[in-house]
């Protein structure tokens, strides 16, 4: 994940005047051309931040951020149409029907009447908003607005895509066009770099991720890298009848369990990973047999990312 950095990002720290802690906190990153790269952290991590001092629109308070041979500070990087962004918060003229906001969105970009008139056509179907390019922005359906804002991110062909969560709040069909077009487009050597909170879109999309959590990098790696590094496991099992809270607890004190959670007669338990020396699915059983419970059907195996990301970043609730 280190070589040939395409975006190399180094020491990169940002604090806000207003703010006491860092919103990025010397954060190092690699980013290969061609990989559709995931950044994942919980509410307040910093993703945003950072993919705003990817794209030059925010200065780090110190660090660096080259893509390709050229610091992003350097004016020339924003002018070259190198980079695209989509952002987070949707950026549409609602009074403005697709078409309109994709040709002032275009020439923006300085593209030629020309040039535009076949980017517009290209993102319409990449999108497949063809059937809405006359209706206003304002009448569109959550997913649509999203489609358009990708649509826009794409009008004047980046090699980089910058995608800050492109999928909240759409359907499982425009999901998954999204994810098609997004695909395509990075098998055609676009490279990607992905925000989201949805665990599953980074197993399916990303061949590369990094987990930051209050500003700074916790884990990064592809994903057997980080499922196997971290090592974590899991135990579930249903018993014939709920546990006590009691017992709850008593799972919880063991040694090495990072989380448990139990509901109805089902139980999932989450190992840390420094636990390879001991048994603890022994340790767990017996405190369940002691009760009187048993156990009526139970599977132990590898974390999920999602798994994973709860045992990195914890389960306290964030801004
Ligand atoms: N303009 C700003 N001024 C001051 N603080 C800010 C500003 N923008 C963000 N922050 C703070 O910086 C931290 C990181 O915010 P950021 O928006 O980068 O997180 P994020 O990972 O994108 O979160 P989310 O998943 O909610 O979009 C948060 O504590 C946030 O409150
Ligand atoms: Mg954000």
Do not use: W
């Amino acid at each position: 994940m280190e070589d040939k950095a395409f975006v190399a990002i180094r020491k990169v720290s940002k604090l806000y005047s207003n703010n006491k802690l860092p919103a990025v906190d010397g954060i190092d990153l690699s980013i290969r051309q061609g990989s559709f790269f995931g950044l994942l952290g919980p509410n307040g991590a910093g993703k945003t931040t950072l993919l705003s001092m990817i794209c030059g629109l925010l200065a780090p308070t110190s660090g660096s951020i080259s893509i390709g041979p050229d610091s992003v500070n350097n004016r020339k990087i924003r002018n070259n149409g190198l980079l695209g962004l989509v952002p987070q918060e949707l950026a549409l003229y609602p009074t403005l029907t697709a078409g309109e906001n994709l040709a002032f969105f275009g020439a923006m970009q300085g593209l030629s009447s020309a040039v535009l008139k076949n980017r517009i056509k290209a993102c319409l179907e990449i999108t497949k908003l063809d059937a809405r390019v006359n209706d206003k922005v304002e009448n569109y359906s959550g997913g649509l607005k999203r489609r358009l804002n990708l649509a826009i991110g794409l009008l004047h062909e980046p090699k980089l895509l910058v995608l800050d969560e492109p999928t909240v709040g759409i359907d499982p069909q425009s999901r998954n066009l999204i994810f098609a077009s997004l695909r395509q487009l990075n098998n055609e050597g676009m490279t990607l770099i992905y925000t989201t909170h949805y665990m599953e879109e980074a197993e399916q999309l990303c061949d590369d991720i990094a987990i930051i959590d209050s500003g700074k990098i916790i884990a990064k790696g592809t994903l057997d890298e980080l499922l196997h590094d971290n090592q974590c496991q899991s135990i579930l099992f249903r018993t014939n009848n709920p546990l006590s809270s009691a017992l709850i607890e008593k799972i919880a004190a063991l040694p090495f369990i990072t989380k448990i959670t139990s509901a109805n007669s089902k139980t999932e338990i989450l190992i840390g990973n420094d636990s390879s020396n001991s048994n603890i699915l022994a340790d767990v059983l017996e405190s369940i047999k002691n009760t009187g419970l048993d156990i009526t059907s139970l599977t132990m195996g590898a974390t999920n990312l999602e798994q994973l990301f709860l045992q990195l970043t914890g389960t306290q609730l964030r801004d």
